[in-house]
C-alpha cells in the first residue's frame, strides 16, 4: 500500500514552483526517467508531463510562474512601510489624535488621512498583524 504524500506544491511558494519545474523538465530532457523524476520532486508524474507539454509548446516561459489572481491589495508595501514607521516610532497624539494609544480605529483614520483610502477594520487588522502588530492588553486596568 502507498502511503500518501506529507506535502505537496501548494505550500511552496512561486519562484522554488517556478525552478522545480526548471529542473524537472532539465532532467528529463537529459535523458533520466519521468518517474523518477517525478518521485526526485516529490510530485505527480502527470505534472512532469504537463510540464513537458508546456514546454514543448512554449518553451521556458511557459514554465515560468504566472501571477497570482485577486484583487491588489489597498495598500502598498511603501505604504506599509510608512505605516509600520509611524505606529512603531510615534504616538497617535503626535499625529494630532485625542487618544494616546494605537487602536484599530485610529490607524484606519491615519491611514485614510495619509493615503486617502478608507479601510474597514478588519482590513486594517489584517494589515497590522503583517506587519507584525499584535493587540497588547494593558498591565492595569483603569477604574473610575
Do not use: C
Not at 529542473?23 to 508531463?49: F, I, P, T
Not at 511557459?62 to 506599509?80: D, F, Q, S, Y
Amino acid at each position: 500500500m502507498k502511503s500518501k504524500r506529507k506535502s505537496d506544491g501548494r505550500k511552496l511558494d512561486h519562484a522554488t514552483l517556478q525552478a522545480m519545474r526548471q529542473q524537472a523538465v532539465k532532467a528529463v530532457r537529459e535523458g533520466q526517467d519521468v518517474a523518477s523524476v517525478a518521485a526526485a520532486y516529490g510530485v505527480n508524474e502527470r505534472s512532469v508531463y504537463r510540464w513537458l507539454a508546456d514546454f514543448a509548446n512554449g518553451g521556458q516561459n511557459a514554465l515560468l510562474a504566472k501571477p497570482i489572481p485577486g484583487r491588489p491589495p489597498k495598500v502598498t508595501a511603501e505604504e506599509m512601510r510608512w505605516l509600520a514607521q509611524a505606529v512603531r516610532d510615534h504616538t497617535p497624539l503626535q499625529f494630532k489624535f485625542e487618544f494616546g494609544l494605537w487602536t484599530l480605529s485610529l490607524i484606519a483614520a491615519l491611514i485614510e488621512r495619509q493615503f486617502g483610502k478608507k479601510l474597514a477594520l478588519s482590513g486594517v487588522s489584517r494589515i497590522m498583524k503583517m506587519l507584525g502588530f499584535t493587540a497588547q492588553k494593558p498591565l492595569y486596568q483603569a477604574w473610575q
